[in-house]
């Protein structure tokens, strides 16, 4: 049996670990911070409340982001926004010790990119994030989605041929314009 300072010191390490994820994963479909910060709040709240039942059947990761997911999408269809892309996620994303040049182009592929992810449905621009951005395998990301593997395969290969298009649409105006 686990006593309260366990307790405690694994609901703190769990936080330590899995906080900057949780939030870049709601910043990547949300852009006011304060709903950002409240949902990650949330994720973590639903999360601690009911760890006595989490039964090790899947990654804790995993049963993270599930719950991140269904807070988030819960939030959205309150609120009606499908807004999805951000500017809080370039911010996490941008390493610290580039150059300002680096930076600046760095955060102009960035901004190409999720401007090419918005062109994304939403199903397509979550399995984008979850296997792209936050690396979960094909399995994981079915787990946190609820879908057969196939569905995750089949998503993630249409919406990474959606976003090759489109940047490289983008590329040819940029050029274009030169």
Known sequence: ????????E????????????????????LTDTNDIEDLTQEVFIRLFKSLANFKGQSELKTWIFSIARHVTYDHMKKQKKQKII????LKFILPAKESIEEIIMIKEQN???YESLSCLNVDQRTVVILRGIHQLSIK?????LGWKESK???????????LKKNLINNKELKEGMI
Do not use: C, G, P, W
């Open 111 to 113: 901004t190409v990119l």
């Open 152 to 162: 995750v395969k089949v998503t993630y290969h249409r919406a990474l041929q959606i």
């Open 1 to 8: 049996m686990i006593n309260n300072n366990e307790r405690s």
């Open 10 to 29: 694994e609901i703190r390490e769990i936080y330590k670990q899995h906080f900057q994820d949780v939030y870049r994963f709601i910043s990547s479909f």
């Open 140 to 144: 994981e990301t079915a787990k946190v």
């Open 86 to 89: 951000s500017d809080r996620l």
